[in-house]
């Protein structure tokens, strides 16, 4: 059974920065793909990012290009998103999600991805 637990959110204002963490357990992280995505309120989940198990292969909502990055460190089975001048859009529950395809070097659609975590709130004020 696959965990996936999320921290590092909290409140920040415009401009300012947050890093996310995505602890997972389980034999098969290091060979999976790994994303990040978020839903605000009244609005559909959408893609943020997402990284290939080796982490050589980056890939990036438009939104979030160039403000965001995705990391991750195999041998502690963590993923990262790092965000930078984040905005008041930017505002919702940010989920990291394992992707189900080993050994894969994208690209990512929702639907490789089939393990979630419960998700960590971030908020940012104007």
């Known amino acids: 059974q696959v965990q996936l637990v999320e921290s590092g959110g909290g409140l920040v204002q415009a401009g300012g920065s947050l890093r996310l963490s995505c602890a997972g357990s389980g034999r098969t992280f290091s060979a999976s793909g790994m994303g990040w995505f978020r839903q605000a309120p009244g609005k559909e989940r959408e893609f943020v990012a997402a990284?290939?198990?080796?982490?050589?292969?980056?890939y990036y909502a438009d939104s979030v290009k160039g403000r965001f990055i995705i990391s991750r460190e195999n041998a502690r089975n963590t993923a990262y998103l790092q965000m930078n001048s984040l905005r008041p859009e930017d505002t919702a529950v940010y989920y990291c999600?394992?992707?189900?395809?080993?050994?894969?070097?994208?690209?990512?659609?929702?639907?490789?991805?089939?393990?979630w975590g419960q998700g960590t709130q971030v908020t940012v004020s104007s």
């Open positions: 990284i290939t198990w080796t982490g050589s292969n980056t």
């Open positions: 999600a394992k992707s189900y395809r080993l050994y894969y070097d994208g690209p990512f659609g929702s639907a490789d991805f089939a393990s």
